[in-house]
Nanobody, 123 residues
């Protein structure tokens, strides 16, 4: 089992930046693909970014490419999502998730989830 806790959300103006953090505990963090997802009110949970267990492979949704960056520090059992040039449409609850296997954009494949952190971007 892996327990994930996100932090770093908040209110920011359009064009601003935020850094979300996810800290894991339990089973060795380094064995997991880490992903970030988001869910806006009335919408389905959608893929944002993912990184393989060793950090060698990164994947991004088209809507965030060039603006968001995922990173991880296995020694610290942590993963981060650096968000730049934020837009009002980025407003959502952001979740980190862990998967034993190759990165995927499908939420249902991820076995462990954090509680989520709210990101609100004002226009």
């Amino acid at each position: 089992q892996v327990r994930l806790v996100e932090s770093g959300g908040g209110l920011v103006q359009a064009g601003g930046s935020l850094r979300l953090s996810c800290v894991g505990s339990g089973r060795p963090f380094s064995t997991y693909t880490m992903g970030w997802f988001r869910q806006a009110p009335g919408k389905e949970r959608e893929f944002v970014a993912a990184m393989s267990w060793n950090g060698n492979n990164e994947y991004y949704a088209d809507s965030v490419k060039g603006r968001f960056s995922i990173s991880r520090d296995n020694d610290k059992n942590s993963a981060s999502l650096h968000m730049n040039s934020l837009k009002p449409e980025d407003t959502a609850v952001y979740y980190c998730a862990a998967l034993l296997g190759r990165p995927t954009t499908t939420p249902s494949y991820y076995e462990h989830w954090g509680q989520g952190t709210q990101v609100t971007v004002s226009s």
